[in-house]
């Protein structure tokens, strides 16, 4: 992987982790991403309307078709994601999340897109994958708890954080193929799939209108912060797929939990730091094997 793109992916962990982290204190559900999606269309409206001036006329129906199933898979993605960070603990969704997805977008990319994945590819894969499992609580996870509670919320955890990994891994295969295939600006790919996501959660939201401004009061600085920062961390991931191969920079981009690990668990005191503090440095080698190859 060129350094630039390592260099990227590694910008976008950090930024992936902060706005994660935002989320789960915010506890929100869909209008939470109703609301962090309309602010983010507003924040970044004048790059977002300059580049689709410049661009889109020349879209055929593959790009559109593109930001339409990828809108459509980044909903279900933010809404499992909220559920798991309502139920769970965000060491345990996270990680989860974050670890599936590469692997399954990965294996997407050599089986359909014609990728090669070389030893150290496939060492820093399996790095990352281990390490992924230790920060989510190691064997822990295959045990069950004797807290009944305890148990129920890690079982959630696993369930919604692989859930949402399937969606990642869906999105960054669709993704991928438009700025790599159809050489679409990551920009847009980012900025039009939200509209999508607004127009789908618009119903929703209207359906649980009482209370609404309330609730917006009380997320809409959480909200907002997602808005301006997240779109830029996947907005860096996908500028490194054009110069980079997907099968690594999906792993890589767990370099995230890294962040995560170390400043989530601090301030969400959810216990478990040298196990977590080890599964970061299996992921930080996997992210280094992945450069390698």
Same mark, same amino acid.
């Given at each position: 992987?060129?350094?630039?793109?390592?260099?990227?992916?590694?910008?976008? %962990?950090?930024?992936?982790?902060?706005?994660?982290? &935002?989320?789960?204190?915010?506890?929100?559900?869909?209008?939470?991403?109703?609301?962090?999606?309309?602010?983010?269309?507003?924040? @970044?409206?004048?790059?977002?309307?300059? &580049?689709?001036?410049?661009?889109?006329?020349?879209?055929?129906?593959?790009?559109?078709?593109?930001?339409? #199933?990828?809108?459509? /898979?980044?909903?279900?993605? $933010?809404?499992?994601?909220?559920?798991?960070?309502?139920?769970?603990?965000?060491?345990?969704? $996270?990680?989860?999340?974050?670890?599936?997805?590469?692997?399954?977008?990965?294996?997407?990319? *050599?089986?359909?897109?014609?990728?090669?994945?070389?030893?150290?590819?496939?060492?820093? *894969?399996?790095?990352?994958?281990?390490?992924?499992?230790? #920060?989510?609580? %190691?064997? +822990? !996870?295959?045990?069950?708890?004797?807290?009944?509670?305890?148990?129920?919320?890690?079982? +959630?955890? &696993?369930?919604?954080?692989?859930?949402?990994? *399937?969606?990642?891994?869906? $999105? =960054?295969?669709?993704?991928?193929?438009?700025?790599?295939?159809?050489?679409?600006?990551?920009?847009?790919?980012?900025?039009?799939?939200?509209?999508?996501? !607004?127009?789908?959660?618009?119903? #929703?939201?209207?359906?649980?209108? =009482?209370?609404? /401004?309330?609730?917006?009061?009380?997320? @809409?600085?959480?909200?907002?912060? #997602?808005?301006?920062? +997240?779109?830029?961390?996947?907005?860096?991931?996908? $500028?490194?797929?054009?110069?980079?191969?997907? +099968?690594?920079?999906?792993?890589?981009?767990?370099?995230?939990? /890294?962040?995560?690990?170390?400043?989530? %668990?601090?301030? /969400?005191?959810?216990?478990?730091?040298?196990?977590?503090?080890?599964?970061?440095?299996?992921?930080?080698?996997? &992210?280094?094997?992945?450069?390698? %190859?």
């Amino acid at each position: 992987m060129p350094a630039s793109a390592l260099a990227l992916v590694i910008l976008a %962990g950090l930024i992936h982790a902060c706005w994660n982290i &935002v989320a789960k204190k915010v506890g929100g559900d869909a209008r939470f991403a109703f609301f962090s999606g309309a602010l983010l269309m507003l924040v @970044w409206a004048p790059l977002g309307l300059w &580049v689709s001036w410049q661009q889109v006329p020349d879209w055929g129906w593959p790009e559109l078709g593109v930001v339409t #199933v990828s809108g459509v /898979l980044h909903v279900g993605y $933010y809404l499992v994601l909220l559920r798991g960070y309502r139920e769970a603990d965000l060491t345990v969704v $996270y990680p989860l999340a974050r670890g599936s997805g590469p692997l399954l977008s990965s294996t997407m990319a *050599i089986l359909f897109l014609g990728e090669q994945l070389s030893a150290w590819g496939a060492l820093g *894969i399996a790095a990352v994958v281990g390490g992924v499992f230790l #920060v989510a609580g %190691g064997p +822990s !996870l295959l045990r069950a708890a004797h807290d009944p509670a305890k148990r129920q919320r890690v079982r +959630s955890g &696993v369930f919604f954080g692989l859930v949402t990994g *399937i969606f990642i891994a869906a $999105y =960054t295969v669709v993704d991928g193929w438009g700025v790599k295939v159809l050489g679409m600006s990551p920009i847009l790919v980012d900025y039009l799939s939200n509209v999508v996501r !607004l127009v789908i959660l618009l119903p #929703v939201v209207a359906s649980m209108r =009482t209370g609404l /401004l309330t609730v917006f009061r009380q997320q @809409w600085k959480g909200a907002l912060l #997602v808005a301006a920062i +997240s779109p830029v961390s996947y907005v860096l991931v996908l $500028y490194a797929m054009q110069v980079a191969p997907l +099968s690594h920079v999906a792993p890589a981009r767990e370099v995230s939990m /890294l962040f995560a690990a170390l400043i989530g %668990g601090h301030l /969400l005191s959810e216990g478990d730091r040298l196990l977590r503090v080890l599964g970061a440095a299996c992921i930080a080698g996997g &992210v280094m094997a992945l450069a390698v %190859g």
